[in-house]
């Protein structure tokens, strides 16, 4: 083989290496936007993601949030009775629970003794409105009876009912107890007028007017 011929089977075998070359490269960045792609389609935007990246739904039995010291300040939670919300102070001490039960929603502000001092609910007769003291005993509430109207209740030390204050479409009535929670005078106002009587200790009426 001549010089010439061998300067130009070498420029072939370079032009087939090159060849070779470039079908790697172009074989090599196919798999990588391959790669690229599979990988957008498994962790990129999703039903629980945005088209920005950001998530829509985080699916979890409870949440926990904590402050720089790794005390909790808020927890949101599945619990056994429904789901609750319940916010901490700087001690970590429940403050604030919001509930959501088979009864239905209920929110408690709590005092920094641990005793529940107000509590919003929905109950089986109509929303309530509760108050109690620092040892947890109830002291007033207030209640939208459906389909009556509202009743307003103070209770005593013992929790035993000693007034009592009620109001319907066609009457209204005020009803004070004794200590231990017999109602003993009736006043109250129908459409055939006003009304007045008072209890024994055992229930009976011994005056009443008109």
């Not at 829509?56 to 949440?63: D, L, Q, T």
């Not at 009457?171 to 017999?182: H, I, M, P, R, V």
């Not at 129908?190 to 007045?196: D, H, I, M, N, Q």
């Amino acid at each position: 083989m001549t010089t010439e011929e061998r300067l130009e089977a070498l420029e072939k075998e370079l032009a087939r290496a090159k060849r070779r070359n470039r079908w790697s490269l172009t074989g090599a960045a196919l798999v990588f936007i391959l790669g690229v792609a599979l990988c957008g389609r498994a962790t990129g935007p999703s039903k629980a993601q945005s088209a920005g990246g950001a998530v829509n739904e985080v699916r979890a039995g409870k949440f926990t949030l904590v402050n720089q010291d790794g005390t909790t300040r808020a927890s949101l939670a599945v619990i056994e009775a429904g789901a609750q919300l319940v916010l901490y102070d700087a001690q970590g001490k429940v403050r604030t629970l919001l509930t959501v039960a088979k009864t239905g929603p209920e929110l408690d502000l709590i005092d920094a003794q641990g005793e529940a001092g107000a509590s919003l609910a929905m109950t089986v007769v109509g929303p309530s409105f509760f108050l109690r003291d620092a040892q947890g005993k109830g002291h007033a509430d207030l209640t939208i009876m459906t389909g009556a109207g509202p009743v307003l209740s103070l209770y005593g030390a013992q929790e035993r009912g000693r007034a009592s204050l009620a109001v319907s479409e066609s009457s209204s009535s005020l009803t004070l107890c004794d200590a231990q929670g017999k109602p003993r005078i009736d006043l109250g106002m129908a459409k055939t007028g006003p009304l007045l009587a008072f209890s024994d200790a055992q229930g009976k009426p011994t005056w009443f007017a008109p």
